[in-house]
């Protein structure tokens, strides 16, 4: 409640610890003025979750409407409650969200500070003051039939499907991209290589059509791993047992949920083991690692392949961004696939993180949840501004060397590996080695060799040396 006021610039509140100063103009209340004072941490706010934000809206407009159904609710304060929820979830108040991401309490400041500004929004639109709490109060009518407990991890997983949908959309278009490089690179010949070492003859084409394959795998794993958020512990109240709630909220509030957010929430079957058990956020943030580490290495090819331009492989041109030094004239860096790789190694680091605040959970539930929060939804923020980047200012930009591609492959011994099977690995080995020793190319080793002139011309058009041939190759 309203204490008394010291100045037209700030208001004073009580909660059971005491009298708290707010600014005046003000939505939040006493307790997240106190979470603000105590974790002046990162200074990266929750609201820069936008998406954790929504989601802890639609989570209280789920359970005021099934409270207001079930008659435990007064309607018009169900309504009201509703409508601000509406309003946060359209993106407004966004700035009455100051708490840092890195908080102690499991998540209790996050959600006594939406408690409070849906009640304080509540007050304005009644014609009321902020504070006149016992018109609205932020536990007894925002908060009922609830806890931070159920309703902080349902908020996570719904903000991590709100948010997976921009991650999908970004890696299928690089995929479509990289997958039209390969189209257009598919006549490109060149030398592909282990161990940056030459091995086999291969096209442009293919190697970019595995980038996008591999891609494309982790859509679909990431789609299969965000199945396990739509089981939700919401009604298990503080440690899963209920308390608190009228027999058929549980039920009705996760309805109510699906049907706000269009997702197919289903109870959890044991409520105490959801209250604490973040499996699903391992396994999921386990997955971002995984399509971080994929991206961090096509990033390494796409530099190691036009490294350069004359004194590395050149194979291919990325477009050119900025100037490369302060010190060295025309030089040029592969900026976009550098800054991939930072990204990923930050989300690595990440998925550390995640795994050993999920280990630290004690008893009936994890406290470490919201710097769960922080790092899965930041790794998706990162991951999907990154792909963007790295297809709109890169990838789409590539363009290929093709003479230089050719040049590598006939000056390598890779065509002596298809001669294999018509005359054995150690003739072709020692093919290879008057390739090496000469100088000369194994065109023209070939040439002078004694093998059938059939033979040698088999081996002409290196195009069908980058699929299976032996039959084309048999002496």
């Not at 931070?148 to 921009?166: E, F, Q």
């Not at 209250?275 to 399509?291: E, I, P, Q």
Request: proline share 5%; net charge negative; with cysteine.
């Amino acid at each position: 409640m309203i204490v008394a006021s010291t100045c037209q610039t700030e208001r004073i509140e009580e909660d059971p610890l005491g009298h708290v100063s707010i600014p005046a103009d003000a939505y939040y209340g006493p307790q997240t003025a106190r979470g603000i004072a105590n974790f002046p941490i990162s200074g990266i706010k929750i609201s820069h979750l936008p998406n954790f934000i929504k989601a802890l809206a639609y989570v209280k407009m789920a359970a005021a409407r099934a409270n207001a159904a079930l008659g435990d609710l007064d309607r018009q304060k169900a309504t009201i409650i509703c409508q601000v929820c509406e309003e946060i979830a359209a993106g407004r108040h966004h700035g009455e969200f100051p708490l840092d991401v890195f908080q102690g309490g499991a998540g209790t400041s996050a959600n006594m500070n939406i408690n409070e500004v849906i009640a304080n929004r509540g007050l304005e639109i009644m014609g009321l003051p902020r504070g006149k709490y016992d018109n609205l109060h932020p536990n007894n009518d925002v908060n009922f039939a609830q806890s931070t407990n159920d309703v902080y991890p349902t908020a996570i997983r719904l903000a991590i499907l709100l948010s997976r949908g921009a991650l999908k959309r970004a890696l299928e278009q690089l995929a479509d991209e990289l997958e039209a490089k390969a189209e257009s690179f598919s006549d490109v010949i060149k030398l592909g290589r282990t161990q940056l070492q030459d091995a086999v003859p291969m096209t442009l084409g293919q190697e970019f059509q595995a980038f996008a394959t591999t891609l494309r795998e982790d859509v679909a794993r990431l789609g299969e791993i965000a199945a396990f958020f739509h089981e939700i512990n919401l009604g298990g109240t503080a440690i899963g047992t209920g308390i608190n709630t009228n027999p058929d909220y549980r039920v009705a509030a996760i309805a109510e949920l699906h049907a706000i957010s269009g997702v197919p929430f289903v109870s959890a079957e044991n409520l105490i083991e959801a209250c604490w058990d973040t499996g699903a956020f391992v396994l999921f943030s386990g997955m971002l690692k995984r399509t971080a580490t994929k991206l961090s290495k096509i990033s390494n090819d796409l530099r190691l392949l036009s490294s350069g331009p004359r004194g590395g492989l050149n194979e291919i041109n990325l477009p050119a961004l900025q100037p490369g030094s302060s010190i060295m004239p025309g030089k040029v860096n592969p900026v976009v696939p550098e800054v991939v790789n930072q990204v990923a190694f930050q989300i690595i680091g990440y998925d550390l993180t995640i795994t050993l605040a999920s280990e630290a959970g004690q008893l009936q539930l994890n406290v470490m949840e919201p710097v769960i929060t922080y790092n899965i939804l930041h790794s998706l923020e990162l991951l999907t501004n990154t792909v963007d980047v790295l297809r709109t200012k890169c990838v789409v930009g590539i363009t290929a060397n093709a003479e230089t591609c050719r040049k590598h492959l006939e000056a390598s011994t890779a065509i002596a590996t298809a001669l294999t099977p018509a005359i054995g690995y150690e003739r072709a080995a020692m093919l290879a080695k008057e390739v090496l020793s000469s100088g000369k190319t194994i065109r023209e080793v070939l040439v002078e060799s004694d093998l059938s002139e059939d033979l040698v011309a088999q081996t002409a058009d290196p195009h069908l040396l980058t699929r299976p041939t032996r039959s084309r190759l048999a002496s």
